[in-house]
T-cell receptor, first 115, second 111 residues
């Protein structure tokens, strides 16, 4: 089975721009989550989607948004980029989210640098 | 910021030594997970724990879910150079995929 695929792997943006990151989950997985990883704050939960609906949201400003498509692929968007948005953005997929339905598997991440 | 306290922050050990790291929380979690992350990669799941008191092994790795549901530990026996990386604990309170992560333990192994 192919793993979680994230694109692009690396990108550089400037302050004020926006960015869209893409995630293709493991085949058959319907739940997709996004996490932000920075040296200072570590791994922090952004949001989770299941069947095209946002199921949970972390404590991030409204500039961070996401969506899920009918084929379970997901995108996240960050608008009006700030220097502090520089991070590794990780996507993770899971079969559904209930107990005993398998666990969360991460992609390799998209490394965003904001200049 | 993190709500899980993971220690130690880093360890530099000799190949063949055993390693122990742990995570503690002020609140209860219903699932504990341990991940390993290597440079340029995403976290890879090592062990998942679902019941208080549960002890689970995966090769040279052993992890336990604390009986208070507020802590977990991971042991690595007979470490080898490829064990190098950052180990993260993560807790989940309910159904869904919102995980709270510890700050990580950076493991370095001297051949």
């Amino acid at each position: 089975k192919a793993g979680v695929t994230q694109t692009p792997r690396y990108l550089i943006k400037t302050r004020g721009q926006q960015v869209t990151l893409s995630c293709s989950p493991i085949s058959g997985h319907r739940s997709v989550s996004w996490y932000q990883q920075t040296p200072g704050q570590g791994l922090q939960f952004l949001f989770e989607y299941f069947s095209e609906t946002q199921r949970n949201k972390g404590n991030f400003p409204g500039r961070f948004s996401g969506r899920q498509f009918s084929n379970s692929r997901s995108e996240m968007n960050v608008s009006t980029l700030e220097l502090g948005d520089s991070a590794l953005y990780l996507c993770a997929s899971r079969h559904s989210g209930g107990q005993n339905t398998g666990e969360l598997f991460f992609g390799e991440g998209s490394r965003l640098t904001v200049l | 910021g993190q709500q899980l306290n993971q220690s130690p922050q880093s360890m530099f050990i000799q190949e063949g030594e055993d390693v122990s790291m742990n995570c503690t929380s002020s609140s209860i979690f219903n699932t504990w997970l341990w991940y390993k992350q290597e440079p340029g990669e995403g976290p890879v799941l090592l062990i998942a724990l679902y019941k208080a008191g549960e002890l689970t092994s995966n090769g040279r790795l052993t992890a336990q879910f604390g009986i208070t549901r507020k802590d977990s530990f991971l042991n690595i026996s007979a470490s080898i150079p490829s064990d190098v990386g950052i180990y993260f604990c993560a807790g989940r309170r309910n159904a869904g995929n919102m995980l709270t992560f510890g700050g990580g333990t950076r493991l370095m192994v001297k051949p």
